[in-house]
């Protein structure tokens, strides 16, 4: 971390920033909207918005959005689905922009009694309908939900000036993970649940935990993927804290399954514990050339990183007991239990990195220094996934187990090598000045 490629002069690390006040929160608007717009444009230019697994969101949102709440869930064989709440953003922001609707959409008939056609009829429209492609675009509220939040997290820690702020967006537009989200494969929801997490940070770092745990069940139910994030902040959070985020949390898990149940049905219901993760182990990764079986994959993929993030949070709060007021350690830990998705998944794609990387840019702008590590680590990203326009490249028939070497155990060494510095007390004390104590 002392090697850093961008340092930031506007404002001093605990130095309170004044509280955002009206035309701070119009130029937040201007920036969430130019953001919106600079990401849309990079998006398109690289190739556009992947079609590539976008009926596990789109078959959803659309059907919602065009009044077929019956068969939102309701398709034959193993189609995977996202669970319902981001498709309800996403159906929300169809219907009220009122994209998607200028072409004509299957009727009931042509949907079929029973929803028996609908999957078939949906597949049919958004081949042939024109205006397919915009209905994709949708996705960047997904982008404005990310930067809010993760914006609201700068504000909680009070570390960074206005202009930081606009300097740290430009940065977070262009991070290949997040853009790759929607370039490579289609996956807003994965950006969604992300920010659900930086929302639920934003309010723990204000002590407000019940709000705190709701929030995070909801990332939990948007995306599994975000229960790292949640055994961290359970972790380092005082008994009371812990306790308060888990009755929160439990009693908004109860409610929304009990809603996406009677509403949805139990496709709907699975759909919101389990999400679309894929399982099965994929020729060419470190996996398959270790010949386990699927049965090993799926406690390894799913148990794994969970276990090895409890025992390295548990680890860093007994050697520092007030990392949650230590900004950069916190996102350090952070950064480090995200990057453990990647050590022991069962294959790799772009948008896996999008918590990580993230988190790291969010980490190195609170320390007010942008390292090379991890630009460099984000560059690599960008060369193993981004097929830009489709072009081939010579390294796309190499086997995954390759990039899965040189991504996954240097994310995890990028977030924990400073982290560990900081656990054997070289950090920077101001980091704790205008935290609660309450955590």
């Not at 007010?368 to 984000?378: F, K, P």
Request: glycine share 8%.
């Amino acid at each position: 971390m002392k090697r850093n490629i961008w340092t930031f002069r506007d404002s001093g690390l605990g130095q309170r920033v004044h509280t955002p006040g009206r035309w701070d929160w119009l130029s937040y608007t201007v920036i969430a909207g130019v953001s919106g717009a600079l990401l849309c444009a990079l998006v398109k230019l690289a190739g556009g918005f992947a079609r590539g697994d976008s009926e596990a969101v789109m078959y959803s949102s659309v059907m919602l959005a065009h009044g077929h709440w019956a068969c939102a869930y309701r398709v034959p064989g193993n189609q995977a689905l996202s669970g319902p709440i981001y498709p309800l953003i996403s159906a929300f922001t169809q219907w009220i922009t009122r994209i998607g609707f200028s072409a004509p959409f299957p009727s009931s008939g042509q949907i079929g009694v029973g929803c028996h056609d609908a999957l078939a009829s949906f597949i049919s429209w958004e081949k042939t309908t024109p205006v397919y492609p915009s209905v994709l675009a949708t996705a960047i509220v997904a982008w404005v939900a990310l930067w809010l939040s993760v914006t609201a997290v700068i504000q909680s820690l009070k570390v960074l000036g206005r202009r930081s702020i606009w300097q740290f967006t430009l940065v977070l537009v262009v991070t290949p993970p997040v853009f790759l989200a929607v370039q490579e494969n289609y996956h807003p929801q994965d950006l969604w649940a992300l920010a659900m997490i930086f929302v639920a940070v934003a309010l723990w770092l204000h002590a407000r935990t019940y709000c705190a745990g709701v929030f995070l069940a909801l990332a939990v139910m948007s995306q599994p993927y975000t229960l790292l994030g949640v055994l961290v902040i359970l972790v380092v959070s005082t008994p009371r804290g812990r306790r308060d985020l888990t009755i929160a949390g439990t009693l908004t898990a109860l409610v929304t399954t009990t809603l996406t149940y009677f509403t949805f049905g139990s496709r709907g219901l699975s759909a919101t514990l389990i999400g679309t993760g894929d399982t099965s182990i994929h020729a060419g990764t470190w996996m398959s050339e270790l010949h386990l079986t699927s049965g090993e994959g799926i406690g390894v993929s799913r148990v794994g990183p969970l276990a090895a993030a409890l025992l390295l949070s548990w680890w860093c709060h007994r050697r520092q007991p007030d990392i949650a007021h230590d900004a950069v350690a916190f996102l350090g830990l952070l950064a480090a239990c995200w990057s453990l998705r990647l050590v022991f998944e069962e294959n790799l794609f772009g948008y896996y990195c999008a918590a990580t990387g993230v988190t790291l840019i969010l980490r190195d702008f609170v320390a007010r220094r942008l390292a090379w590590s991890t630009i460099i680590w984000l560059a690599v990203v960008l060369i193993a996934f981004d097929d830009i326009r489709h072009q081939a490249t010579p390294w796309e028939h190499w086997p995954t187990w390759i990039w899965q070497v040189l991504i996954a155990p240097t994310a995890f060494l990028i977030a924990f090598l400073p982290l560990r510095h900081s656990l054997h007390g070289a950090r920077d004390t101001s980091t704790l000045n205008g935290l609660p104590t309450q955590l």
